[in-house]
């Protein structure tokens, strides 16, 4: 729904710059559109705000799907190691090391699927966000094998397994593991309740 409303809200301010537009080249007063232009942004603009300052999270078990369309996702686990990888490719944390056991899954009912910019990151209380460490990424593939993308392709009801490291500080505790998916201009969106997990 909130998808819907801001591509109606996109289409009627290119129409609005449309007609804008015309009416600056035929040399007719454009006023009125300019402010029809201001109210859409500004209202738009109000709801996202109250939307963003009501929106809250949801802690769920491990293994609930959180899903974009048909794509799902799903953290089955984590683990902490005190290092990574062996020999002269052992690594040691710059904080603490959080592996994630990811499980991506296609829903769809007649179609592969391939998600758009799927993004795992931690968050800790204070709102700092970590994204994965490619450190500690490449010590683990190091020892266990080459990982898959989250982003693979995934054909009619298959899943896949992959495993993410992160690299946080030691004192991070009660930290929520979101699964994102999207370009950047999904963040325009309103902001819905969004599932989350949570570690340590």
Same mark, same amino acid.
């Given at each position: ?56 999270? &949801?802690?769920? @078990? ?11 996702? +799903?953290? %089955?686990? /984590?683990?902490? *190691? ?63 094998? &080459?990982?898959? @993308? ?11 397994? +992959?495993? %993410?490291? /992160?690299?946080? *500080? ?31």
């Amino acid at each position: 729904m909130t998808t819907l409303i801001f591509f109606g809200t996109i289409v009627a301010l290119f129409i609005f710059v449309v007609r804008g537009l015309m009416q600056a080249f035929q040399g007719k007063n454009i006023v009125s559109t300019s402010k029809s232009l201001v109210i859409i942004v500004i209202s738009y603009s109000l709801l996202w705000s109250i939307f963003y300052g009501i929106s809250s999270d &949801k802690v769920v @078990p491990f293994g609930t799907d959180i899903c974009f369309d048909d794509w799902c996702a +799903t953290v %089955l686990k /984590f683990e902490r *190691p005190k290092t990574l990888g062996k020999g002269n490719q052992l690594r040691y944390p710059h904080g603490q090391f959080i592996i994630l056991k990811i499980k991506m899954s296609n829903h769809a009912r007649g179609i592969a699927q391939k998600p758009s910019e799927p993004r795992v990151h931690l968050e800790d209380p204070k709102g700092n966000s970590y994204s994965f460490s490619t450190e500690g990424q490449l010590a683990l593939e190091k020892q266990n094998g &080459k990982q898959i @993308p989250i982003d693979e392709r995934l054909e009619l009801h298959q899943s896949l397994e +992959t495993q %993410l490291v /992160f690299d946080i *500080p030691k004192e991070a505790k009660n930290v929520k593991v979101v699964i994102d998916e999207g370009p950047f201009i999904t963040k325009l969106l309103w902001k819905e309740d969004r599932e989350v997990f949570v570690i340590l």
